[in-house]
């Protein structure tokens, strides 16, 4: 849905629907407004809503309090809407974790879009949800993501297999495509992580019915501090341009460095 402020007027019968979704809570770890650092939207005011749990551990989560130590506190959608209403932006990233565990995250988008505003859903797509959503952001997890024994922030092990499992659906990655506007976004380090970008984008490729293009693929340089980014940056912007894939920024990392709430 195109970003229209006059659009922040509900219908009578939008307004009946929502009544009875005003008190469904979600677990919320944060609420805040700051900039779209990533992705296509980047440098975009934004109301970002980070909800809490995710199906899946990457042992370099850097949002550890929403997958591995779970913290939140639950916010009715009413209380939501309005501290979305609270400020000046017409955009909203949902985010977490991962947001689409929740069931009640589809009313919250629809509530969302009943009031004009533009949803980001930031996803690692393995969830597909039918929903309200603008643009799905989607952050496959490469097979350098899984929490191995020695990498596992715990020091236990037990996600290994079960995130393995996860982390990858060609079909759910394809409805997605089929059905919103998205962006595949991938962490990258380096050249090592082509080969399973490369072979990913050809599956849902092949499992799509409409089409990717390559500035629907995004590279994003690995790093949640200036420090890191300085190591990943110029290396993915190199390795964009070889495979014609996008670079985006983290502009949030380079603004604010690893400043929470932003
Ligand atoms: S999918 Fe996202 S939120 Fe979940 S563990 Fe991985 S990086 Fe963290």
Known sequence: MPVNADAKTETSANMEEDTNTDARTLPINELFYSLQGEGKLAGTPSVFIRTS???LRCWFCDSY??????????????????????????????TGGEPLVHDDVSHLLER?????????????????????????????????STPTAERDPK??????????????DIDTLATFVNNYETQLKFVVTDESDMKEIKTL??????????????????LMPEGATRDGLDETRERVAE?????????TPRLHVDLWNDAPGT
């Open 112 to 144: 969302l879009s009943n009031a004009g505003y533009h949803t980001t859903v930031e996803t690692n797509g393995t969830i597909f949800t039918d929903t309200a959503i603008d643009l799905a952001s989607i952050s496959p997890k490469l097979a350098s």
């Open 201 to 218: 984008v050809a599956d849902v490729r092949d499992a799509a019915e409409v089409p990717i293009h390559d500035t629907d693929v995004l």
């Open 65 to 94: 309090h929403t997958s591995w130590e779970p913290t939140h506190a639950g916010m009715t959608l009413s209380e939501i809407i309005d501290e979305v209403e609270s400020s000046d932006a017409n955009h909203v990233v949902v």
């Open 53 to 55: 749990g995710c199906n």
């Open 239 to 247: 390795l964009a341009m070889k495979s014609g894939y996008r670079y």
């Open 155 to 168: 020091g236990e092990g037990e996600w290994a297999e079960r995130h393995e499992e996860r982390r990858i």
